[in-house]
């Protein structure tokens, strides 16, 4: 979704900076690096992977030094039944294919 407007504002001359969260990037992200003046990522060997200058400056969060609710609160917060099991799965990127079928395979199971 980011690759028409980060291409768009590289070739009217914006400067563009890229995030990549995993040690290979992504295929928009290795195309983009291209144009890119950086790339912030969480770790050095994406160095080897991209086509730009790359800044190691861990992932973002949000939540950095702030207190997490507990698992209580994030129920009750969710609307989410304490009397059920819950699973948060999370991913994407090349991986998001892999993670889907993982938790659909877990899903069957369960029933």
């Known amino acids: 979704a980011s690759f028409p407007a980060a291409l768009a504002g ?11 969260q995993n040690v290979v990037p992504g295929r928009v992200n290795r195309m983009l690096s291209r144009w890119a003046k950086g790339m912030f ?9 991209a086509g730009c200058p790359v800044h190691r400056t861990g992932n973002p969060s949000r939540f950095a030094g702030t207190p997490q609710p507990g698992r209580e609160e994030c ?22 294919a892999a993670i889907n079928g993982a938790m659909l395979g877990f899903a069957a199971l369960e029933r």
Request: net charge neutral.
């Open 75 to 96: 129920r009750e917060r969710l609307g989410l039944d304490p009397g059920r099991r819950t699973v948060f799965a999370f991913g994407g990127s090349q991986g998001a």
């Open 10 to 20: 590289a070739m009217l001359g914006v400067p563009l900076f890229v995030q990549e």
């Open 41 to 49: 990522t969480a770790f050095e060997e994406t160095a080897r992977h």
